[in-house]
């Protein structure tokens, strides 16, 4: 007898300006791929803050915070990639993004299908109210 396993794995086309440029594909119920997700995102509110730091900086050289950006840009990438499979930034950003803004909308996108997707599955252990189940889940 055949044992067949559903996955809640979540596979889309990432739409370049107007553009498929390739899919994404992740398992949103698998704890280390969300735990990977969750610490992506603290790295990259992290990163924003040293970007801003380096752009306030009132004698600040425009070259090192272009340096800095490259740097977050493709640290961002590489964790992207390393989460959600190889390519994936290069799909969904054509390559290393001059502004670390752009990542806001695939975060964004990302964590709206993992909240979704894992809703049913935890609701009936949470509050009834919405506000307490993104809460619990860890993600907003």
């Known amino acids: 007898m055949e044992l067949k396993i559903t996955t809640s794995r979540i596979t889309e086309p990432i739409t370049r300006d107007g553009k498929q440029t390739g899919e994404i594909s992740f398992d949103p119920a698998d704890l280390a791929f969300v735990e990977g997700f969750v610490s992506l995102i603290d790295r990259y509110q992290k990163l924003l ?19 800095l950006v490259r740097k977050v840009s ?43 997707s894992r809703a049913p599955y935890i609701s009936k252990y949470l509050p009834a109210d919405e506000e307490g189940a993104e809460q619990a889940d860890g993600l907003e």
């Open 49 to 67: 803050l040293e970007i801003k730091a380096e752009r306030t900086k009132p004698d600040g050289d425009i070259r090192n915070y272009l340096a």
């Open 74 to 116: 493709e640290t961002l990438c590489t964790s992207i990639d390393e989460i959600f499979g190889e390519g994936t930034s290069k799909a969904a950003f054509g390559g290393i993004p001059a502004s670390p803004d752009v990542f806001a909308q695939f975060f964004d996108w990302a964590t709206d299908q993992i909240t979704a």
